[in-house]
């Protein structure tokens, strides 16, 4: 990892420090700065291909991650919504740098032992530079998020669901609040969910309200998109 740069977000966003400019969730500080570039290092943006399906949505997020309640989740319901559920509380759970450094613990509850090596690497770096910049990044629960999701595997419990989540990331130390998608793939294994892969996504719109209609057409590509309302 380059010195000058540190990996800043689990939702792909990339955060650089050189030369006074300061570049934050894709997005820089000063008039007619460039965008962000992802490093070397980020797990490669894949998004959902194949046949997505429709369903009912999962249930809106808490205001902060809930290990108890992902436990639950985990071994609740071996479908594809609980899959999506699994994962969309995941995606919460290790992008969330607001609480103290909870270490390798909360992401060695989620995770498959098969997820590769550089995606774990990855995810726990991240979650160490984000909180000794102390940017106390989180999703806006107070917007609604968007998923959608393809099935592995035989109907109606598949043995994988590859979730995208376009959600709202907002870091108000910095001052920047923005769109992102990006993707996390759940497999069943012994009897619960397990997080398996991560994928870097895309930046969306800078912006601290809903989707507009013009918006989600141009950011939330591809068909089988849900919108989970707010709370």
Not at 57 to 74: E, K
Not at 170 to 180: I, T
Request: proline share 8%.
């Amino acid at each position: 990892m380059s010195r000058h740069r540190l990996v800043a977000a689990v939702l792909g966003c990339a955060l650089l420090v050189a030369g006074g400019l300061l570049v934050v969730h894709g997005h820089a500080a000063g008039p007619s700065a460039p965008r962000a570039t992802r490093t070397q290092d980020d797990p490669p943006w894949v998004p959902v291909n194949g046949t997505v399906g429709t369903g009912p949505v999962p249930s809106a997020l808490p205001a902060r991650p809930d290990l108890i309640q992902i436990d639950a989740v985990a071994h609740h319901a071996h479908t594809r919504t609980g899959g999506e559920q699994f994962a969309l509380l995941v995606a919460q759970l290790i992008t969330d740098t607001r609480a103290a450094d909870p270490g390798p613990g909360a992401l060695s509850r989620v995770e498959s032992a098969r997820m590769p090596r550089s995606v774990r690497d990855y995810l726990l770096h991240d979650a160490k530079d984000q909180r000794q910049i102390r940017s106390e990044r989180h999703y806006d629960t107070g917007l609604d998020i968007w998923i959608r999701s393809e099935a592995v595997g035989p109907s109606p419990d598949p043995r994988r669901v590859d979730v995208e989540v376009a959600a709202n990331l907002v870091s108000r130390p910095l001052q920047v609040q923005d769109w992102y998608r990006d993707r996390f793939d759940v497999a069943w294994e012994s009897g619960g969910w397990r997080l398996i892969n991560y994928s870097a996504g895309l930046f969306g719109p800078s912006s601290t309200q809903n989707l507009t209609p013009a918006e989600q057409r141009s950011f939330l590509t591809g068909v089988g998109w849900r919108r989970i309302p707010a709370r």
